[in-house]
């Protein structure tokens, strides 16, 4: 039996070409898996929303292993700081669409695949038609919104969601599944203020941690493909790179879930971006905003301010805007005073979450005249000065 309801129907142990065979024949001599366990791999549709870090191992391992039909969802295009760690797109590919990336990779390992591409966004709109042909949906992205609408989706369909998280040095992975266990809203009823929790692209990440958690979900799609094993539902698997540690929590389904629990409130797909607080008012005036050619201007010109880098300063030694006087945000609260409150001050980090922290906390100081340089040094780099590099 498999955990999938309609792989169950398919009725195996034979169509396999001599080249199928050969190439799973490590699968077909494990008694828990036979001709018939690869019979339910070929039958199992897995839509993996992202082709990035964690949807690239997965996407490999999901194709090496035979499953049928793999349906890639992603916008993006192929950045050269994808390569670290998003192994299924090749230096070759940058600037190409990661979904053509995607395809030339996966049909290169294993041509028995067929592969469903949609280059878009999953959004409220398209979510429900793209995931109802799926068995198993698996999250690989890296945003509260999308996080939220697979969720949801995943509920409202009765579909399993393999979800998995990567920060710095530390990931996580688990099954929701709302008609088994609890779901994502269960855990997490309400997202982080927009700006609290920072990106990869902030933070950073161990490139070869999104190795090990995006082939934690591989290995919970086959699986529930193959009804084998205890699957991660209800179980918080956490994984520390830096002690080599995994820990588990358990999960409760929460009778009051607005969406799977007893008498839910959402019943259809919802703005994702506007229950995440992003993109509204709120947030976006938070802090007052210069651009990166009001501040190339403010720099030719005659008028004196100062320009304040809030990175860290081995963030420094790789990149500089000259003229700026660099005081980490680690250090804000202490060195405040080297600050003049009657002069205006620009501040700047990479992509400009922590320095709009710093601003508010020059607000909270008293100060008036702060702006946040939008878009950070990686704006600077991209639109006035290409010799800064970008990281
Ligand atoms: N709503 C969405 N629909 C489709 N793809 C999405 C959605 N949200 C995120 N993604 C994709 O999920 C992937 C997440 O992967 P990951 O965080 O490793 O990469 P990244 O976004 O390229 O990284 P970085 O933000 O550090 O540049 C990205 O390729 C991104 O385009
Ligand atoms: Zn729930």
Known sequence: ????????????????????????????????????????????????????????????????????????????????????????HKTRNIGKP????????????????????????????????????????????????????????????????????IFRFEGQATVFWAERGPCYRCLYPEPPDPGMVPSCAEGGVLGVLPGLIGMVQAIETVKLILGLGDPLIGRLLLFDALGMEFREFRLRKDPGCPICGSAPSIQSLVDYEAFCGIGTPAAADDVPEITVQELKRRLDGAVEFDLIDVREPHEVAIAQIPGAKVIPLSQFHQRIHELDSAREVVLFCKLGPRSAKACRLLFDAGFRKVQNLAGGIEAWSLEIDPSVPRY
Request: with cysteine; hydrophobic share 40%; glycine share 8%.
């Open 1 to 88: 039996m498999s955990y999938l309801p309609r792989v169950n129907k398919v009725f195996p142990a034979a169509g396999f070409t001599h080249e199928e065979i050969r190439r799973y024949g490590r699968h077909l001599i494990m008694p828990e898996v036979t001709l018939e366990g690869q019979q339910k791999l070929k039958a199992a549709r897995v839509l993996a929303v992202g082709t990035g870090g964690l949807g690239s191992p997965l996407l490999l391992y999901l194709a090496a292993a035979g499953v049928g039909r793999l349906g890639i969802v992603d916008f993006d295009t192929v950045d050269d700081s994808n390569l670290q760690r998003q192994v299924l």
């Open 98 to 165: 990661k979904i053509e990336s995607a395809i030339e990779a996966i049909q290169e390992l294993n041509p028995n695949v067929e592969v469903v591409p949609y280059q878009t966004a999953l959004r409220s709109e398209n979510a429900l038609e793209i995931l109802q042909d799926y068995d198993v949906v698996v999250d690989g992205t890296d945003n509260f919104p999308t996080r939220y609408l697979v969720n949801d989706a995943c509920v409202l369909l009765g579909k399993p969601n393999v979800y998995g998280s």
